[in-house]
């Protein structure tokens, strides 16, 4: 992996095989992101299992086949469980796009990606009962 920080950002090139959320967690933990946010990522990934909320629970599917990444964003913060909370959208040989929640993934050749680093907001992550998910919670720092 090879990363720069440039003001609040931070951009990185990953590599074929790396786990995605692996390689996230320790490109913020090097630069210093205890809140922040996947702005965005291309290249290709494979085994990417992406889920559907259905008001329950999530309905999860993997593609094992390499597929372009067309879209990665979300949420990181250093003190919650999960750090990570990221959305994908991805397109197989056929040109047909897939997405949904990112569970995990796998680089296939590289991925080019970006955090930005917050300095003064805070992100936790709460379980709400309503939703019975642990959603974002929102402060200053």
Known sequence: MQSSSDGGFVIAKLDDGDDLFVRLQEL???HGVE??????AIG???DVEVGYFNGKEYERHTFAEPMELLA??????????????????????DHGVV???????????????????????????????????????VSRS
């Open 35 to 40: 809140d922040g946010m996947v702005m965005w």
């Open 44 to 46: 290709m990934l494979r």
């Open 28 to 30: 913020a933990a090097e």
């Open 99 to 137: 997405g949904g929640h990112l569970f995990r993934a796998t680089v296939n050749v590289l991925n080019e990606v970006c955090l930005r680093r917050l300095d003064t907001t805070a992100l936790d992550r709460v379980r709400n009962p309503r939703s019975g998910l642990k959603e974002l919670t």
């Open 72 to 93: 990665l964003h979300g949420t990181y913060a250093a003190r919650a469980d999960p750090r990570l909370h990221v959305h994908v959208a991805a397109a197989g040989r």
